[in-house]
């Protein structure tokens, strides 16, 4: 007896973890914590937590490549 089964759908994050965003920018958790503190990259707390918006790093991503330079996130923080 066959079911058939539906795939699940798989939607992409609508948030990182910030040790997540650090593996993908190959730094350290430590370093982009810093960063978020002082202000210089954009995240949303949430009980304490802090989260990185997944919309936050792909348009830094398609101006580096459409732009072709290297973006300094320090602005970001406060977008």
Same mark, same amino acid.
């Given at each position: 007896?066959?079911?058939?089964? !539906?795939?699940?759908?798989?939607?992409? !994050?609508? =948030? @990182?973890?910030?040790?997540?965003? &650090?593996?993908? $920018?190959?730094?350290? !958790?430590?370093?982009? @914590?810093?960063?978020?503190?002082?202000?210089? =990259?954009? &995240?949303?707390?949430?009980?304490?937590? $802090?989260?990185? !918006?997944?919309?936050?790093?792909? #348009?830094? #991503?398609?101006? #580096?490549?459409?732009?072709?330079? &290297?973006?300094? #996130?320090?602005?970001?923080?406060?977008?």
């Amino acid at each position: 007896m066959s079911t058939d089964v !539906p795939a699940p759908v798989t939607t992409a !994050p609508r =948030f @990182y973890s910030v040790n997540e965003v &650090a593996r993908m $920018l190959g730094t350290s !958790p430590v370093t982009l @914590y810093r960063a978020i503190r002082a202000g210089e =990259f954009p &995240a949303v707390r949430i009980r304490g937590r $802090l989260i990185v !918006p997944a919309k936050a790093i792909e #348009a830094m #991503a398609e101006i #580096a490549v459409t732009e072709q330079t &290297a973006i300094d #996130a320090s602005g970001w923080g406060q977008r």
